[in-house]
Structures are given as structure tokens and as C-alpha cells.
């Protein structure tokens, strides 16, 4: 009730017109403050405002709503009602009665309101639903359209389909590639009767809402384990048996199953290596769709020679990973140790980045043998030193230079790996370079935002990103650099699509095929009588 009687008062108290009450200018000032303030008590005292604010708090305790009330008020002379302090300054009225000004306020004195006016609901309008736990249902045509599909296919098998003959299902309704045939036939046949029917194929395909996803969320959906949240190294394991077992350009492996396993193997890796960026093992569907895996699987229909799927499942390129392990690996046990490691590459690596490497700093090691790598292992080292250009590689090798672990190459880490190299240049009597020349030279190449230290960003922000770890630690790419190598400028310019590793594989494939074709040529001879 208090609060209703001050907000009537307040605003009546703009409707004072100075100039009807003959009052002075009044300045921004403290006495003009206290002018206001006794104006204000002068206002209250007056027998209208009383009869004003009694009629407001009868209003009040009756609860009727608040009515508008005249709000005019007779002003006595200047001389009786108005206190001395107006009586003391001659300044005439800033505006007469009849002026704009003056008419403005009095034509439309506002009516007092209650403040709890009632406010009209919105229209409320329906947002159709975004969200599906499960997926978006199919729409009734796209619905309709895969059921008359569904039945051409099954119209001959009412029993239902065994797994051979379930692939054109795979490939012409589900739009898959039919290497993922088996996995999606066992992902339906939850029984294990050797069969799909209509009905288990519709009820796993158009009502679990299969239709409407993209493809990277099938083939994740049909390859992980139930109730499981990412994608396991063995889950691909379906995909590769199959793809051994049926793809043109691996049949000659069919009689070597222990090549067949490394392969798979590889693959494997290959797949982790690119896609899965956390590292962990554990591959989400959001890091599928990021990588380009769905593009290479979808190529296994379409191109007989294998080895022209470049990505994951060349041939050759598992061909040269497993022959320069086999070639390190001197008893032949499936393990490298650092004096191992250390031959690589015509011994093109530094004591120091073996020693990193082997301390586990860029990837925690999956042997289980204390200070070897396993296959596993040699996978990621030789994609991370042959292709410095991925980022994957520039994450490995940062972890291995970053010495103490706080997300910033500095000078002192710089210098660190460097002095190995500079010794390594004496001794082959090269001309030393003054770390202070490379230095620049590297804050040159990266144009770091702060140029005492160098971070994971910069680095992939950088083109030359790939040569600084060269420079760091390994000779033989660094002189090759410094030399600007023609014959790789060339390979590069003629296909500038290919990778630094994909023309890594294809040097060390022609490479490897000419030892082997002279190994067996001196067998023969030596077989001659």
C-alpha cells in the first residue's frame, strides 16, 4: 500500500510546471536541490494532495483497482503559499502558459495505474521435434521406397538369406560397401541361426532407424560392440578378414596367413594412427567423421589393384613397413631395441631422439617387454619420421623435443638436440653451423607468435614445420634440405596430391623390389652347375 501511495505521488510531482508557479530557473546545484525538496514538502502539505492520497489508501484497503483522479491543484498567490526562498530571485518564467511547452504537459496528464497491469499470454507456438535418442525415423515415402527393395531381395528366400548370399543386400539397399557384409549379417542374426530374415533385416534396418543415418554412423553402429561408446583396434578385425578373403588384389596372400595377419595388422594401426587423434585407443564416431577412412572403404568396391587405395590398404605400403621392421629386427624376435633403432635410416638419427623415443615421451609403448618396441610401436615411429608433414607426426615428434613437458619448444630444447647434430657434422667434415644461424633460421621457418618459445600451434601453422625436426635430429633429410635435393623437388612438383609418405613408400617399394630381384638372381646362379 506504501509503495502504491509513492509511485501516485511521484507521478503527480511532474505536472509542478515551474512556470505555472511562477518559479525561477532552477541551475544543477545543491541549492537547487534543496529548492526541489521544499518544493516536494510544500506539495504534500497542500489540502489537495492530502485528499489525493486518502482516496489512494481507501482504494488500497477496498482493493478496487486504482482510478484516475483530477490532479489539478490551486496554486495560491506567490506571495501566501510558496515559501521565502521563491520570493528572492526576479528571473522571469521560462516559458508562459500558452507556450508549446506548457500545453505539451497539460493536454495529456498521465492516469495512475496500478504497476500489476495484466499482461496477454503469447501464442504458443509448436517446435517440432530436433531431437531422436535413436535416430530419426524415416519419412513415410523413404520408408516405403526401401521395403519394396527389401522385398525383391528376399521374394526368393523366404527362410531368409545365409551370409554369401547377404551381400548385394549390403551394397544395393543399404548403400554400404559389401566388405562390411559379414559384420552387419552378425549385428542382425544376434542368434547365430546362419540366417537373416525380412523381418529381422526390417526391424534392425528400417525401425532401429538404420535408413536415415549418414554412412559414417552406420558402419560405426555396425562395427562396435553392443552398449559400447567407440571403436576397438578388434573391431575392425571383421572388415579384414572378409576383405582378405574375397578382394582381387590380395588373393595371393591366401596361402601365407601369417602375411595375411600383418597386413590386417597394419591396417589396423595405419587407421589409429591418422584417425584416432586422442590417442587412446578408442575411436569415436566424431573422430570417423572427421578422418577420411569412409572414402577408403568405399574404394574397395569400385578398384581391383589394391594397391591404388593409397590410403590404409595399399599393399605396398604395408610391404615396405614390414620389411624395414624385418629388416632391423636382427634375431627376428618381433621386438627393436635402441641399438636397433639407432641403424634406421642409414644411421640418420641422433643418440638423443632414440633415447626420447624409448623413454615413451611421444607414446606410451604397448610392448611388454622392458626397453622394446613392438610392431606396433615401429608403425607409428615410421609414419611419424617419414611424413613430418601430418599432424599426427608433428604431435610425436613435439613430445619427444619438448623436454620438460610444458607445451613450449624454448632455445635451451633447441640447443639440447641440435649439439648432437653439430658433432655429427664436424665428424663427417661438413661446415658447422653456429646454433645462433639455426636458430633464426627455425623462428624463420615457424614465425612463432612469441618468438623466445615455439608451441604445438605454431607448428601446424607452418609448412616448414617438418624440416625443423629434420634440422633437430635427423642428418640425412637435413642435408638433403640444405642441398635442396632437385630430384625431390621434382617428385614433388609431378604430383603434388601424394603425401611425403606416400613418396617415401614409393622409393623404398622400387628400392626393396630391385634387392629382391637381385637376391634371386644370384640364388640362380648359384644353383648353376
Known amino acids: 500500500m506504501k509503495m502504491d501511495i509513492i509511485v501516485g505521488v511521484d507521478e503527480d510531482v511532474h505536472l509542478l510546471d515551474p512556470d505555472l508557479l511562477h518559479l525561477p530557473s532552477l541551475s544543477p546545484s545543491p541549492r537547487s536541490r534543496h529548492i526541489a525538496d521544499e518544493l516536494f514538502s510544500h506539495w504534500l502539505s497542500l489540502p489537495e494532495t492530502a485528499s489525493l492520497v486518502k482516496c489512494l489508501i481507501d482504494d488500497a484497503k477496498s482493493g478496487t483497482p486504482t ?290 623415443i624409448f623413454s615413451q615421451a611421444p607414446r606410451k609403448f604397448t610392448s611388454k617387454v622392458e626397453g622394446k618396441m613392438s610392431y606396433e610401436d615401429f608403425v607409428y615411429f615410421i609414419l611419424a619420421e617419414e611424413d613430418k608433414s601430418s599432424e599426427p607426426s608433428l604431435e610425436y615428434w613435439f613430445k619427444c623435443i619438448d623436454l620438460d613437458g610444458n607445451g613450449v619448444i624454448t632455445p635451451n630444447e633447441i640447443q639440447f638436440f641440435f649439439e648432437e647434430q653439430l658433432h655429427r657434422m664436424e665428424c663427417i667434415t661438413q661446415e658447422p653451423v653456429h646454433f645462433n644461424d639455426i636458430l633464426c633460421q627455425i623462428i624463420d621457418m615457424i614465425k612463432p607468435e612469441e618468438e623466445k618459445c615455439i608451441t604445438l600451434q605454431d607448428l601446424k601453422g607452418s609448412k616448414l614445420s617438418g624440416n625443423v625436426f629434420n634440422i633437430l635430429f635427423n642428418l640425412n633429410k637435413f642435408m638433403a634440405f640444405e642441398t635442396r635435393d632437385p630430384f625431390l623437388i621434382r617428385q614433388e612438383r609431378e604430383d603434388p596430391s601424394l603425401t611425403e609418405w606416400d613418396r617415401f613408400a614409393q622409393r623404398e617399394y622400387v628400392r626393396l623390389s630391385m634387392e629382391e630381384d637381385v637376391e634371386e638372381v644370384s640364388n640362380g646362379s648359384a644353383d648353376e652347375p
Open 67 to 356: 482510478k484516475s483522479y483530477p490532479t489539478t491543484i490551486n496554486v495560491p498567490g506567490p506571495t501566501t503559499a510558496l515559501p521565502s526562498v521563491f520570493l528572492s530571485n526576479g528571473t522571469p518564467p521560462r516559458s508562459s502558459p500558452g507556450s508549446p511547452r506548457f500545453s505539451r504537459q497539460r493536454a495529456s496528464p498521465p492516469s495512475l495505474r496500478s504497476p500489476l497491469r495484466s499482461v496477454k499470454e503469447p501464442k504458443q507456438e509448436l517446435v517440432p521435434q530436433f531431437y531422436f535418442l535413436n535416430g530419426r525415423p524415416p519419412a513415410k515415402e523413404l520408408k516405403e521406397q526401401c521395403i519394396s527393395m527389401v522385398d525383391h531381395f528376399f521374394s526368393n528366400s523366404i527362410d531368409g538369406l545365409h551370409i554369401d548370399e547377404f551381400k548385394s543386400v549390403t551394397k544395393e539397399v543399404c548403400k554400404l560397401p559389401s566388405y562390411l557384409s559379414p559384420a552387419l549379417f552378425r549385428k542382425i542374426d544376434t542368434g547365430c541361426s546362419g540366417v537373416v530374415t525380412r523381418d529381422a533385416f526390417i526391424k534392425y534396418w528400417i525401425d532401429g532407424n538404420m535408413l536415415t543415418m549418414d554412412t559414417a554412423s552406420q558402419i560405426y553402429n555396425i562395427l562396435k560392440q553392443q552398449d559400447c561408446k567407440y571403436l576397438r583396434q578388434a573391431d575392425f578385425k571383421p572388415l579384414l578378414d572378409e576383405l582378405l578373403a574375397t578382394h582381387p588384389g590380395l588373393q595371393f596372400l591366401n596361402t601365407t596367413c601369417e602375411f595375411q595377419e600383418r597386413y590386417a595388422e597394419t591396417v589396423i594401426y595405419r587407421i589409429f594412427y591418422y584417425i584416432n587423434r586422442s590417442g587412446t585407443g578408442c575411436l569415436t564416431l566424431r573422430e570417423l567423421k572427421r578422418g577420411n577412412l569412409i572414402a577408403a572403404m568405399q574404394q574397395l568396391d569400385e578398384e581391383d589393384d589394391i594397391n591404388k587405395i593409397i590410403r590404409y590398404f595399399s599393399y605396398e605400403h604395408f610391404y615396405v613397413i614390414y620389411c624395414r621392421f624385418w629388416e632391423l629386427d636382427g634375431d627376428h624376435d618381433c621386438f627393436i631395441d635402441k641399438d636397433n633403432l639407432i641403424k634406421y635410416g642409414n644411421h640418420a638419427l641422433t643418440y638423443r631422439i632414440v633415447d626420447r
